[in-house]
C-alpha cells in the first residue's frame, strides 16, 4: 500500500502513515453519494466546512427538494464546493406518473442541475420506456438510473437484475444505483439489513462493480462492501454525519477495515 497524496493535505497536517489511495474529484470511482433529507442552509454549510473533498454527490431525497426552502441557495453552495446534485428518483417517478415529464425537465433546466436520477422502485414503468427516458436524458445530462423495488414483496431474479443494469448502461446510465432506501432494508438488503451476498455475486460476476452505485445507508453495509470491493467501491444514500465515518473505513482508520485496507506489519514493539 502506498501513501494517498491525491487525497490532499490533512488540514491538521498529519502525513505518517501509508494509507489507500483515494482518487481526486471529479472521481469515477470510489464515489460518496450522499442523501439530504431537508437540511438547512446552514447545516450545509456546516457540512461542507467538515468534508467537502469526500462528497461526490448530494440527492435531495425523494421529493424533499419540491418543498424545500433556499433550493437554489443550497445547489449553489454544493456546486462552489464540487459538489453535484440530483433530484430524488421517487420525485421522478411522480412526474412520469402525471405526465409531467416536460415540466420536470423544465424545472431541472432551471436550477442547473448536470445529473439526474431515472428510477421506477414504486411508479410501475414499462422497461422499455424507462430506456428511452434514459437515452433522452443522457444527451445532456449525467444520468443514474436505479433497478430495483422499495417494495420488499416485490422479489426480482438475479438475472434479471443483470438484464437490467446491463440494458440501463447500454442506454446511457453513467451509474446505475442499486436500490436500497434510505433505510437500507430494500432490493439489495433484505428487511433486516443484512447483505443478499449471493444476489451481489450474481450481479457482479456479469457487471463490473465500478459501474454501479450500491446504496448503503448502514454502517454494517458499508463495512461489507468495503471489505469486499476495496476502498473506492460506489456508496450511496450516506447519510450526512456519516461522511467522515465512511471515510475512516474507506482508509482504514477504523477497526472494522484497518486489517482490510492497510498493509500492516506484525507488532513485536521493535519500535519503541
Not at 433486516?192 to 455475486?201: N, P, Q, S, T
Not at 444514500?237 to 492497510?262: F, M
Request: hydrophobic share 45%; aromatic share 6%.
Amino acid at each position: 500500500m502506498s501513501g494517498a497524496p491525491d487525497r490532499g493535505p490533512s488540514p491538521e497536517g498529519a502525513d505518517f502513515l501509508s494509507l489507500p489511495g483515494r482518487p481526486p474529484r471529479p472521481r469515477q470511482v470510489g464515489l460518496t453519494h450522499v442523501i439530504d433529507k431537508g437540511l438547512t442552509l446552514g447545516q450545509v454549510e456546516g457540512l461542507l466546512n467538515s468534508c467537502a473533498e469526500m462528497i461526490d454527490i448530494v440527492k435531495f431525497g425523494w421529493g424533499t427538494s419540491y418543498i424545500s426552502r433556499q433550493l437554489r441557495e443550497k445547489i449553489a453552495l454544493y456546486r462552489s464546493a464540487g459538489v453535484s446534485t440530483v433530484l430524488g428518483g421517487t420525485l421522478w417517478e411522480l412526474a412520469i406518473a402525471q405526465q409531467k415529464f416536460d415540466e420536470w425537465r423544465r424545472w431541472v433546466s432551471m436550477l442547473d442541475l448536470t445529473h439526474v436520477e431515472v428510477s421506477d422502485g414504486t411508479v410501475a414503468l414499462p422497461h422499455e420506456a424507462k430506456l428511452a427516458y434514459i437515452q433522452t436524458l443522457a444527451q445532456d445530462f449525467v444520468v443514474l438510473s436505479e433497478v430495483g423495488s422499495k417494495d420488499l414483496d416485490v422479489v426480482i431474479a438475479p438475472y434479471r437484475w443483470v438484464e437490467l443494469i446491463e440494458a440501463e448502461l447500454r442506454a446511457g446510465a453513467w451509474k446505475v444505483i442499486t436500490e436500497a432506501r434510505e433505510s437500507g432494508t430494500a432490493g439489495i438488503f433484505r428487511g433486516d439489513g443484512e447483505v443478499r451476498m449471493g444476489l451481489i455475486d450474481e450481479i457482479v460476476h456479469a457487471i463490473d462493480p465500478n459501474q454501479l452505485l450500491f446504496e448503503a445507508p448502514q454502517k454494517a453495509q458499508q463495512v461489507w462492501f468495503i471489505q469486499k470491493f476495496g476502498p473506492n467501491v460506489n456508496l450511496g444514500n450516506i447519510p450526512p454525519d456519516e461522511v467522515i465515518p465512511l471515510e475512516t473505513l474507506r482508509l482504514g482508520l477504523r477497526a472494522d477495515t484497518l486489517l482490510n485496507v492497510n498493509a500492516v506489519d506484525n507488532v513485536d514493539g521493535a519500535g519503541i
